[in-house]
């Protein structure tokens, strides 16, 4: 009975503040959340996660003891994703951060590597941030992605101690030089001997993930795989 009424509850919400998918204004139906089921398909998946040598591992590879990396989709200038993410980022809108957990769940659903991992971390905002905007958006999609793999979650322990400002107007070399001694581990028999499943919204030059990365083979973590929602390319 309980059901019913939050449907019909839900359903007079929509009737009367019609809900609108964010890639093309489309009223969303019931069952349908943030992008229309249209819009939802032409997301821009990259279908790196039975890729091993992936372009974003290729990335990543040799900056530290990486296990497995992947990224959901190409984030490209004036694109579908680059668009979720602002939203998510910039405007607060935190149901594009559940739906881009969940979504990424989906996509990785049959991924055999994930199976090893003991942990799910989100790559951490400075204090100052994440006051400001009110959430961390890599821990939001982190936490849709631990619930349904059923994978401990853990978003306090891996801390950004100096803010870096924006990394965007930067170059690769510039961003490993900001990120120096940004991240530390306040809990480290936590992270000991576990493999990670590092989160992030955007790898880029992959200078952030690097040192959140070395920071957690600093304090004895066996093995650090990265997902993230977009790859710059």
């Known amino acids: 009975m309980?059901?019913?009424?939050t449907s019909i509850w839900n359903g007079l919400l929509d009737f009367i503040y019609p809900r609108l998918c964010l890639g093309c204004n489309k009223v969303l139906l019931q069952q349908e959340s943030v992008l229309c089921i249209g819009c939802?398909?032409?997301l821009p998946h990259t279908h790196y996660h039975h890729i091993h040598d992936n372009a974003t591992?290729?990335?990543l590879e040799g900056r530290f003891g990486i296990g497995h990396a992947t990224s959901f989709g190409y984030y490209t200038k004036g694109g579908l994703l680059q668009y979720l993410l602002q939203?998510?980022?910039?405007?607060?809108n935190k149901s594009v951060g559940t739906f881009l957990g969940k979504s990424l769940h989906a996509a990785l659903r049959n991924v055999d590597w994930l199976a090893e991992a003991g942990l799910v971390v989100p790559v951490p905002l400075h204090r100052q941030k994440q006051k400001y905007r009110g959430f961390n958006q890599s821990a939001?999609?982190?936490q849709e992605l631990a619930a349904g793999r059923g994978l401990p979650f853990l978003a306090e322990n891996l801390v950004r101690i100096v803010d870096t400002g924006t990394q965007t107007a930067k170059s690769r070399m510039q961003r490993v030089e900001n990120m120096k001694n940004a991240f530390v581990v306040k809990d480290r028999p936590a992270f000991a001997q576990q493999h990670i499943l590092?989160?992030?919204?955007?790898?880029?030059?992959?200078a952030t993930i690097e040192h959140c990365a070395l920071a957690l083979e600093e304090a004895g973590a066996a093995k650090i795989s990265v997902v993230t929602v977009g790859l710059a390319v």
């Open 40 to 42: 939802t398909e032409q």
């Open 198 to 206: 590092l989160i992030d919204d955007i790898l880029t030059t992959g």
């Open 87 to 92: 939203e998510l980022k910039y405007k607060g």
């Open 57 to 59: 591992f290729q990335r």
């Open 140 to 142: 939001l999609i982190g």
């Open 2 to 5: 309980k059901k019913i009424a």
